[in-house]
């Protein structure tokens, strides 16, 4: 089934009924005003679920504490690519990834209860090629473009939550920036977006058609989240952690380098401290041997 979205249908319906009773009154099309309103413009919605838990509280986030509160929640990884690159093969990959996962074309209704999944989303993509510039200019650019895209919000209402920006710095080296917003996308979420993008990247290089099984989607998660939370089970548990604190909760008071404010606010600043790749690569190994010897 196809929906439009939810906001948007109750107006088509206020339209009609409203339409109707001037016609029943003899009111003729002369008298009515024309809108610049298409309630089926955009892409199209094939399924409308309720959002989780977590997603309302991000979304009363946003709402509440407004566009830094939003652009708080912008998540995203890069990665340095190093050898023979494929644009086109990229271009392919990403829409293949963005169809396989139904997180990744959806936005939210007006109150934020609602996911609204789209047959397909435009792809944002960013390129720009530094390739004439020196290594310094290209770390300079990046450091600005990183800025620039983690003060960009999202549009929770209308979408796309996902954005890619690539950047070619030699022949054989480019930097692929992807981005999302948290009420779609965590860590994790991340990590399985490009392990399915290296896969299917490689066999667009090889021109091979790649056989992945189908993925989970988000929307089937959601709808079991909503059956779970109406369950015997649900009420049970929810019961049990209000008895915990229902004479008192305990406040977490942790000690911080200056005082907090007395209006809560998003602003803050990130050090980053760069490893070497051999260091890296040692943490991993000892990593690895300790979860062997654990098991």
């Known amino acids: 089934m196809v929906y439009n979205r ?19 009154k003899g009111i003729s099309n002369n008298d ?9 413009a955009g892409p199209e919605i094939i399924r409308v679920v309720p959002a989780i838990e977590p997603q309302l509280e991000i979304w009363a986030s946003c709402i509440i504490g407004g566009e830094d509160a939003n652009r708080a929640f912008n ?36 109150d934020g209860k609602q996911i609204c999944i789209y047959k397909e989303l435009p792809l944002q993509t960013f390129f720009e090629d530094l390739s004439k510039q020196n ?6 650019c990046i450091t600005d473009f990183s800025k620039k895209d983690a003060e960009t919000s999202f549009d929770l209402l ?39 993008l290296s896969k299917l990247y490689s066999a667009y290089v090889k021109g091979q058609v790649l056989d992945l099984p189908p993925a989970y989607q988000f929307g089937n998660y959601a709808v079991q989240q909503l059956a779970f939370v109406q369950s015997t089970e649900y009420k049970k548990i929810e019961e049990y952690w209000v008895d915990q604190y229902r004479q008192s909760i305990p406040v977490l008071d942790i000690p911080t380098d200056y005082p907090r404010p007395v209006d809560r606010t998003y602003k803050s600043h990130r050090d980053d401290y760069p490893l070497n790749q051999e260091l890296v690569l040692a943490i991993k190994k000892k990593w690895a041997l300790n979860l062997v010897a654990a098991w």
């Open 75 to 110: 998540e995203s990884v890069s990665l340095l690519l190093q050898g023979e690159f494929n644009h086109a093969a990229m271009e392919s990959a990403l829409h293949d990834v963005i169809k396989r996962h139904d997180a990744l074309r959806s936005s939210f209704s007006a």
């Open 158 to 196: 209308n979408g796309p939550l996902f954005r890619v920006a690539l950047f070619k710095l030699e022949e054989n080296e480019h930097y692929l920036t992807i981005t999302a917003h948290h009420i779609i996308c965590d860590g994790w979420s991340l990590g399985i977006v490009m392990q399915d």
């Open 32 to 40: 009515l005003l024309p809108i610049d309103f298409d309630p089926f």
């Open 135 to 140: 290594p310094d200019q290209q770390r300079s």
């Open 6 to 24: 939810p906001e948007q249908t109750g107006k088509i319906c206020a339209g009609e009924i409203n339409l109707k009773r001037k016609m029943d």
